[in-house]
C-alpha cells in the first residue's frame, strides 16, 4: 500500500518566520514529489514538484528531497498571512498507474499576524 | 501555466437526478484526467483515472455505473452521478495531466444532492 505521511497540523508561525512542512512515503519507487496548497472551499493549486535529491528553490518556497530517508520538505520563507492554507504532499510512482498521485492528508499551515 | 475548468461550479440537485460535470483542459492536451471527491475536512479521494478514448480506471470502490466518465478528446472529459443521493453530495475535483505528468487541477464543482 502506497502511503503519504503529513502531520495534519496546524502548524502556526508568525508572519516572516520560515514554516517548514514535512512528508514522508511509503513507496521506494516514488519518482517525483508535487506540493500543492489548498484554501480552505478551494481545489489544491500546484506550488512545486521535486523529482531529484537534494533542494529545488523558486522564490519564497523551497522543496527538499532525500530519496535514502523517503523524506519530502517544502520551507516557506518570510511566510505570510495569504500562506495560510492546507499543504499536501503527493507522491508519483512509477510502472502501471504511475500517472496518478498518492495525496497525504494535508497540514494546515496558519501564519499569524 | 496550464489551466483546467469545470462546469459547473456548484449544482444543486434533487434526489435520483443526473447531474453531469464537465472538466476541460483550456491550454494543453489531457492525455490523463482524473476525478477526485473531497468530503468537508477531509483529504482527496481518488474516483478513477480516465485516458482519452480508454474506459476509465474506477478505484476500489467507487461504483462505475454510478460514476459514469467519458473522456472524448485531449481536452474534455465529464462525469455523471447518476441518480444522485444526498450522500453525493461533495465537492468533486477534476485534475488533467499531459506527457509531463504534472497534474493541474479544476476549480472544482459542489454537488449538493437534497
Known amino acids: 500500500q502506497k502511503e503519504v505521511e503529513q502531520n495534519s497540523g496546524p502548524l502556526s508561525v508568525p508572519e516572516g518566520a520560515i514554516a517548514s512542512l514535512n512528508c514522508t512515503y511509503s513507496?521506494?519507487?516514488?519518482?517525483?514529489f508535487f506540493w500543492y496548497r489548498q484554501y480552505s472551499g478551494k481545489s489544491p493549486e500546484l506550488i512545486m514538484f521535486i523529482y531529484s535529491n537534494g533542494d529545488k528553490e523558486d522564490g519564497r518556497f523551497t522543496a527538499q528531497l532525500n530519496k535514502a530517508s523517503q523524506y519530502v520538505s517544502l520551507l516557506i520563507r518570510d511566510s505570510q498571512p495569504s500562506d495560510s492554507a492546507t499543504y499536501l504532499c503527493a507522491g508519483r510512482g512509477s510502472g502501471a498507474g504511475s500517472y496518478q498521485l498518492t495525496f497525504g492528508k494535508g497540514t494546515k499551515l496558519s501564519v499569524i499576524p | 501555466g496550464a489551466v483546467v475548468s469545470q462546469h459547473p461550479s456548484w449544482v444543486i440537485c434533487k434526489s435520483g437526478t443526473s447531474v453531469k460535470i464537465e472538466c476541460r483542459s483550456l491550454?494543453?492536451?489531457?492525455?490523463?484526467m482524473f476525478w477526485y471527491r473531497q468530503f468537508p475536512k477531509q483529504s482527496l479521494m481518488l474516483m478513477a483515472t480516465?485516458?482519452?478514448?480508454?474506459?476509465?480506471?474506477?478505484e476500489q470502490g467507487v461504483e462505475k455505473d454510478k460514476f459514469l466518465i467519458n473522456h472524448a478528446s485531449l481536452t474534455l472529459s465529464t462525469l455523471t452521478v447518476t441518480s444522485a443521493h444526498p450522500e453525493d453530495s461533495s465537492f468533486y475535483i477534476c485534475?488533467?495531466?499531459?506527457?509531463?505528468?504534472?497534474?493541474?487541477f479544476g476549480p472544482g464543482t459542489r454537488l449538493l444532492v437534497l
Open positions: 513507496d521506494r519507487g516514488s519518482q517525483s
Open positions: 491550454d494543453f492536451q489531457a492525455t490523463t
Open positions: 485534475s488533467a495531466s499531459s506527457q509531463e505528468e504534472t497534474q493541474y
Open positions: 480516465s485516458n482519452e478514448g480508454s474506459k476509465a480506471t474506477y
